[in-house]
């Protein structure tokens, strides 16, 4: 197999699809016909020059989800009595 040459800007497109579009580096090397170990390199070299450090991103991201969804669980539940308590209310004989 011959060594194949890339330019910056393919290199640091391949590093925007893991890092700003969420794809996994196995997705983004399917999507572009090159290795995986590429792809790892690049976002391990070019991810500061991005805006997305290589830290600890998709367990952040992951763990902000959760909290949000617990969230928008509770808000919920609070909007359902809210409307509930209105009903009795508004049933009332004054």
Do not use: C
């Amino acid at each position: 197999m011959a060594n194949r040459r890339f330019s910056r800007d393919f290199k640091l497109s391949a590093v925007k699809l893991v890092n700003h579009q969420g794809y996994t580096v196995l997705q983004a090397a399917d999507s572009l016909g090159v290795s995986d170990q590429n792809i790892r390199n690049w976002v391990a070299q070019f991810s500061a020059e991005v805006g997305k450090a290589p830290t600890d991103e998709p367990g952040k991201l992951r763990e902000e989800v959760r909290s949000l969804r617990q969230e928008n669980r509770r808000l919920r539940m609070e909007r359902e009595i809210l409307k509930k308590a209105a009903a009795f209310f508004a049933r009332q004989p004054t």
